[in-house]
Antibody, heavy 116, light 112 residues
Framework: EVQLVESGGDLVQPGGSLRLSCAAS????????MSWVRQAPGKGLQWVAN????????YYVDSVKGRFTISRDNAKNSLYLEMNSLRAEDTALYYC?????????WGQGTLVTVSS | DVVMTQSPLSLPVTLGQPASISCNSS???????????LNWFQQRPGQSPRRLIY???NRDSGVPDRFSGSGSGTDFTLKISGVEAEDVAVYYC?????????FGQGTKLEIK
């Protein structure tokens, strides 16, 4: 069974940093692109970033470019999102998802709140 | 960015009756290889999104056959042939053809 379990969400002050993790199991992690997608409270879905199977390609939505970094450790079956210079508008539930243009499985999300 | 516009945004439906959600994209979603990467997701209250349909009309494993997807180019539709109580959710279309991938605003289906 495919499982994606996010962690690392927290309350952080504007300008602060946070690192999200996603532990994957039930499939060959190193064979899949992975993504982060976020959902602001009571709002719709927004793509954040993708990373290729071997980490050689990464794509970001403009609003996070230069502030967020997606990475992975295939030996640990883990996906990460390093978030710097956080803003109030980054407040959201962050989902880890398998795949990219045909993303299929999603985790339950981890909540990031940016507030003073 | 490609704008995905769904209608209606709110959809009250009587149990057993059909429902239809429209999704229009600001650009054609046909990729250079001929595929159209238009997916539909269901998000039940308090849950993460679940993919129902991929590449316009392909139903995911375990998805009831009352759900169907159709369309081409810039106009797409999700249909439910007879709504059941478990279908109460927000439905999103999503395009995976042009980066950044984008979602529609969501359509909230409720039982009338």
């Amino acid at each position: 069974e495919v499982q994606l379990v996010e962690s690392g969400g927290d309350l952080v002050q504007p300008g602060g940093s946070l690192r999200l993790s996603c532990a994957a199991s039930g499939f060959t992690f190193s064979s899949h692109w992975m993504s982060w997608v976020r959902q602001a409270p009571g709002k719709g879905l927004q793509w954040v970033a993708n990373i290729k199977e071997d980490g050689s390609e990464k794509y970001y939505v403009d609003s996070v470019k230069g502030r967020f970094t997606i990475s992975r450790d295939n030996a640990k079956n883990s996906l990460y999102l390093e978030m710097n210079s956080l803003r109030a508008e980054d407040t959201a539930l962050y989902y880890c998802a398998r795949g990219y243009y045909l993303t299929d499985y999603w985790g339950q999300g981890t909540l990031v709140t940016v507030s003073s | 960015d490609v704008v995905m516009t769904q209608s209606p945004l709110s959809l009250p439906v009587t149990l057993g009756q059909p429902a239809s959600i429209s999704c229009n994209s600001s650009q054609s979603l046909v990729y250079s290889d001929g595929n159209t990467f238009l997916n539909w997701f269901q998000q039940r209250p308090g849950q993460s999104p679940r993919r129902l349909i991929y590449k316009v009309s392909n139903r995911d494993s375990g998805v009831p056959d009352r759900f169907s997807g159709s369309g081409s180019g810039t106009d797409f539709t999700l249909k439910i042939s007879g709504v059941e109580a478990e279908d109460v959710a927000v439905y999103y279309c999503m395009q995976g053809t042009h980066w950044p991938y984008t979602f529609g605003q969501g359509t909230k289906l409720e039982i009338k």
